[in-house]
């Protein structure tokens, strides 16, 4: 009997004509290992090519400790993720394989999916936060979602947006998407993607709610339903150390025939909303929406609408109080 034996494998990427993976935990010879493999050059089904040529297969022991929690190839490079670090393979024939070790924040354990690039920067879920790499070091790029920690990460790419859909520490999925060209984020709806899959400038996703294949674009039905939406700023007023006050606040805002916006104002951290302003649009042409809060310390603004808007600008007035 003549067979070939494949390595268990955690993780399966293609690079540069061969398959990579990797394994930590029991062998097909029930050995434990902590390996990195590649299959011999252009043939995806021979692993145990060892002859001392340059298509030769290729397997290597790693030091760090901790099950692997993603795969993806990289501007080129093969990288293989652990929690706590990265793995990055260069050369292009085994003789000169090298593997760069770096510790850092790696993909958190259950979301290997949360991998995606978009205009040649890498995306992903790390066990505190999403993280983007550009070949230098992994940085943070969520602050702007709060202290919520979230896991269980899927997310796609396609044009400057990345999508990620993800649960909370209830266990309440949230589809968040992010501008990479505006570095702004947007929170779509409680949609639970299981898999993305961008295909001739299309992203497709399937739902978990019902089992559908779906598009993030949508451009084979147009919804022309107004679209309820939602803006909160951070705490206004904090920034001077002098008793100052800010007496008015003016946002220039374009409203579309039918849309409505609603101005709301949080005083001092008290944990309610009172409504400033309303407003609703009669022609399409731009309004400037003069807003007098109440003299206090510090305060935050909500702005809620429905329907097509724009905001150009928001711009507070402050003026010098007393000393009290």
Same mark, same amino acid.
Request: aromatic letters at 12%; a neutral charge; glycine letters at 8%.
């Given at each position: ?37 590649? @299959?011999? %050059? &252009? +043939? ?7 002859? $001392?040529?340059?298509?030769?297969? =290729?397997?290597? #022991? ?80 969520? @602050?702007? %979602? &709060? +202290? ?7 997310? $796609?790419?396609?044009?400057?947006? =990345?999508?990620? #859909? ?80 800010? @007496? ?20 001092? #951290? ?55």
């Amino acid at each position: 009997t003549v067979r070939r034996l494949m390595p268990n494998m955690d993780f399966i990427i293609e690079s540069e004509n061969r398959l990579w993976g990797c394994r930590y935990g029991l062998s097909v010879d029930n050995v434990f290992v902590n390996e990195i493999y590649a @299959s011999k %050059l &252009g +043939d995806f089904k021979n692993w145990n090519s060892f002859q $001392g040529v340059s298509t030769d297969s =290729y397997a290597v #022991s790693l030091g760090t400790d901790g099950q692997f929690t993603g795969a993806i190839t990289h501007l080129g490079y093969p990288i293989f993720f652990k929690e706590n670090c990265m793995h990055k393979i260069y050369g292009n024939f085994p003789s000169n394989f090298q593997i760069q070790t770096t510790a850092c924040r790696g993909v958190q354990k259950g979301s290997e999916k949360s991998l995606a690039i978009v205009n040649e920067v890498l995306y992903y879920k790390s066990r505190t936060a999403v993280c983007y790499y550009d070949g230098s070091l992994p940085a943070e790029i969520s @602050s702007a %979602l &709060g +202290d919520v920690a979230y896991h269980d990460a899927v997310a $796609g790419a396609i044009g400057n947006k =990345y999508y990620i #859909s993800m649960a909370d520490d209830n266990g309440k999925y949230h589809l968040f998407v992010y501008n990479t060209q505006k570095g702004m984020w947007h929170r779509e709806d409680n949609t639970q993607a299981a898999e993305f899959c961008n295909c001739h400038g299309e992203l497709y996703y399937i739902d978990c709610a019902d089992k559908k294949i779906k598009t993030v674009k949508g451009s084979g039905v147009l919804d022309t339903s107004k679209i309820a939406w939602e803006a909160v700023t951070g705490v206004l007023g904090t920034d001077s150390p002098d008793k100052k006050y800010i @007496s008015r606040i003016d946002v220039r805002i374009k409203l579309a025939l039918g849309a409505r916006v609603f101005f709301f104002v949080q005083y001092d #951290s008290a944990g309610e909303w009172e409504q400033l302003y309303s407003m609703e649009g009669t022609t399409l042409k731009t309004f400037a929406v003069p807003i007098r809060p109440h003299r206090c310390d510090h305060l935050r603004l909500k702005i809620v609408g429905e329907g097509d808007a724009k905001i150009y600008s928001i711009c507070k007035t402050i003026e010098q109080g007393s000393d009290l």
